[in-house]
């Protein structure tokens, strides 16, 4: 999903298929009408189970927004949707998946950079809590389909994030409470309900983008572009699930941001 962005700030949001000869995006959502207000600075969106899109967070008309927005193929419009629970956030690392539903981790405000993940249900427009977790150590709570609260071990911003597989999801890179670029990663076990380190990055990145694909049955994160603190870049990491190993992939042919 394309969300907004763009100097001056854009109001245009965009489902786009990656194998749109197998999977098309449906007609009734090729055209989505313009977004309520314009919007920038990492907000997340993602297609619903339900067939709809959502988009929440995020730079909404400049200041940072804890809105949620759920379009209608029906009518062709936006309507504003639970807010996020905890609270007004931009910055933060997305990703959705059928299983998940939309996940937004980190992130910032005006004050405070953020380590939680909040999430909107698959089955459900209503954002969820779960109780502040530690990060280290068996959670006491089981993964349920409707879950928000999960602490991981920093505060992050720009993040990259990916729900890998409907049994972990993926965290890494980012920027630091301090501001520097990270190669920290971590994944969530969905099973045993608790975090665990994964191998580090090859290299610091912020603002980098991410994704799932398969080689030979073997899941692979995608880790592409971004920033590492002193100039923008253009190489691309994949990391095994079943390996934990990082690997170096062809690049894009253009920085990425």
């Given at each position: 999903?394309?969300?907004?962005?763009?100097?001056?700030?854009?109001?245009?949001?965009?489902?786009?298929?990656?194998?749109?000869?197998?999977?098309?995006?449906?007609g009734c959502l090729k055209d989505l009408s313009s977004f309520p207000m314009t919007i920038k600075?990492?907000?997340?969106?993602?297609?619903?189970?339900?067939?709809?899109?959502?988009?929440?967070?995020?730079?909404?008309?400049?200041?940072?927004?804890?809105?949620?927005?759920?379009?209608?193929?029906?009518?062709?419009?936006?309507?504003?949707?639970?807010?996020?629970?905890?609270?007004?956030?931009?910055?933060?690392?997305?990703?959705?998946?059928?299983?998940?539903?939309?996940?937004?981790?980190?992130?910032?405000?005006?004050?405070?950079?953020?380590?939680?993940?909040?999430?909107?249900?698959?089955?459900?427009?209503?954002?969820?809590?779960?109780?502040?977790?530690?990060?280290?150590?068996?959670?006491?709570?089981?993964?349920?389909?409707?879950?928000?609260?999960?602490?991981?071990?920093?505060?992050?911003?720009?993040?990259?994030?990916?729900?890998?597989?409907?049994?972990?999801?993926?965290?890494?890179?980012?920027?630091?409470?301090?501001?520097?670029?990270?190669?920290?990663?971590?994944?969530?076990?969905?099973?045993?309900?608790?975090?665990?380190?994964?191998?580090?990055?090859?290299?610091?990145?912020?603002?980098?983008?991410?994704?799932?694909?398969?080689?030979?049955?073997?899941?692979?994160?995608?880790?592409?572009?971004?920033?590492?603190?002193?100039?923008?870049?253009?190489?691309?990491?994949?990391?095994?699930?079943?390996?934990?190993?990082?690997?170096?992939?062809?690049?894009?042919?253009?920085?990425?941001?």
């Open positions: 999903m394309l969300i907004g962005g763009g100097d001056p700030h854009s109001d245009f949001v965009e489902l786009i298929s990656l194998d749109p000869d197998k999977v098309p995006v449906p600075d990492g907000a997340g969106g993602a297609l619903l189970p339900d067939g709809h899109p959502i988009v929440c967070g995020g730079k909404q008309n400049i200041e940072i927004s804890e809105q949620c927005w759920k379009y209608s193929p029906l009518n062709d419009t936006w309507h504003r949707v639970d807010d996020m629970k905890l609270g007004a956030r931009a910055g933060f690392g997305w990703a959705s998946s059928d299983e998940f539903g939309l996940l937004m981790a980190g992130g910032y405000d005006d004050l405070n950079r953020y380590g939680t993940i909040e999430a909107v249900g698959p089955h459900s427009k209503h954002m969820s809590i779960w109780p502040q977790m530690p990060y280290k150590g068996t959670f006491a709570k089981k993964f349920t389909n409707n879950f928000t609260k999960l602490q991981f071990n920093f505060p992050a911003y720009w993040l990259c994030m990916a729900a890998a597989d409907n049994a972990h999801i993926f965290i890494g890179g980012g920027r630091s409470e301090t501001s520097e670029a990270t190669n920290e990663a971590y994944l969530y076990n969905v099973k045993y309900s608790m975090w665990m380190p994964a191998q580090m990055l090859t290299a610091r990145r912020s603002l980098s983008c991410g994704g799932i694909t398969s080689v030979e049955g073997d899941g692979e994160v995608i880790v592409a572009g971004g920033h590492d603190g002193s100039g923008f870049l253009n190489n691309t990491e994949l990391y095994s699930l079943t390996e934990g190993t990082w690997r170096t992939g062809k690049g894009p042919n253009e920085l990425l941001l």
